[in-house]
C-alpha cells in the first residue's frame, strides 16, 4: 500500500460544483502539503500545514480551502470548481524532525481533476 | 521572490549519448531536490543536495550543486531508454530547510534506441 493516498485518483466534474479532494499518510510526517501540476508549468503549492494547528496559504491558494483533520489527514476542496481548476494535484508529506532529515517531499500517486 | 529555471523544457536524445539539465535558481538557498516523473504517475525523489559542492550519483544520472552561482546540474551518462521521463528540479525557498518547495517546469526527457 501507498504510504501517501490521495482519493478520488479520478474526477470529473462540473462547474460551480464543490470537490474535495482527500490525502491520508502512513508515513508519521508532521508537514503535509497540496500542489497542483498543470502541463509545462511544474508544481505549484496551494497550501501547507505543519501541524494538525497550522495551515498556511501557498502561492495560489484563491478558489481552494483545506481542512486538517488530524496528524495523517489533509483535505483540500474547492468550493465552486471553475474550468481551469483542471489539473493534475498531488499531496505531500515531509518529516522536519531529526538531524538527519533531508527535507524531500514524500507524494501521493496525484488526483485528475477535470472541471467541465 | 525565488524562480527556479530549468532547461533545456524538452531534450530528445539517442542511446549512448550524453546530456545536462541545467536548473537555475534565483535567491539564495542551500537546498535543491531532483525528482523524476513518469507519464501520469507520481513524483519520484532522485536526489537531495543539501550543501555547496553537494555531488550525488546513481547509476547513470549525477547531480551536482553550486549555491553560490545558483546553479545544479542533472548529467546523463550513457543515455537509455529507461530513463525518458520529465526531470523537475525544486529549491527550498524558506530558511534552514522549510519545506516549501519551488518547482521548475520540469524538463522532458525522449531517449530514442
Known amino acids: 500500500d501507498a504510504d501517501v493516498t490521495q482519493t478520488p485518483r479520478n474526477r470529473i466534474t462540473k462547474t460551480g460544483k464543490r470537490i474535495m479532494l482527500e490525502c491520508s499518510q502512513t508515513?508519521?510526517?508532521?508537514?503535509m502539503y497540496w500542489y497542483r501540476q498543470d502541463p509545462g508549468l511544474g508544481l505549484r503549492l496551494i497550501y501547507y500545514s505543519f501541524d494538525v494547528k497550522d495551515i498556511n496559504k501557498g502561492e495560489i491558494s484563491d478558489g481552494y480551502s483545506v481542512s486538517r483533520q488530524a496528524q495523517a489527514k489533509f483535505s483540500l476542496s474547492l468550493e465552486s470548481a471553475i474550468p481551469n481548476q483542471t489539473a493534475l494535484y498531488f499531496c505531500?508529506?515531509?518529516?522536519?524532525?531529526?538531524?538527519?532529515?533531508?527535507?524531500?517531499?514524500?507524494f501521493g500517486e496525484g488526483s485528475r481533476l477535470t472541471v467541465l | 521572490e525565488l524562480k527556479v529555471e530549468q532547461n533545456p523544457l524538452f531534450l530528445s536524445m539517442q542511446e549512448g549519448k550524453n546530456y545536462t539539465i541545467y536548473c537555475n535558481y534565483s535567491?539564495?538557498?542551500?537546498?535543491l531536490y531532483w525528482y523524476r516523473q513518469d507519464p501520469g504517475k507520481s513524483l519520484e525523489s532522485l536526489f537531495v543536495?543539501?550543501?555547496?559542492?553537494a555531488v550525488k550519483q546513481e547509476g547513470r544520472l549525477m547531480a551536482s550543486l553550486d549555491t553560490k552561482a545558483r546553479l545544479s546540474t542533472l548529467h546523463i551518462t550513457a543515455a537509455v531508454h529507461d530513463l525518458s521521463a520529465t526531470y523537475f528540479c525544486a529549491v527550498d525557498k524558506g530558511q534552514g530547510g522549510s519545506e516549501k518547495l519551488v518547482f521548475g517546469k520540469g524538463t522532458k526527457l525522449t531517449v530514442n534506441p
Open positions: 543536495l543539501l550543501s555547496n559542492g
Open positions: 508515513k508519521g510526517h508532521d508537514r
Open positions: 505531500a508529506t515531509s518529516d522536519p524532525r531529526g538531524r538527519r532529515t533531508t527535507g524531500e517531499l514524500f
Open positions: 535567491t539564495t538557498s542551500d537546498r
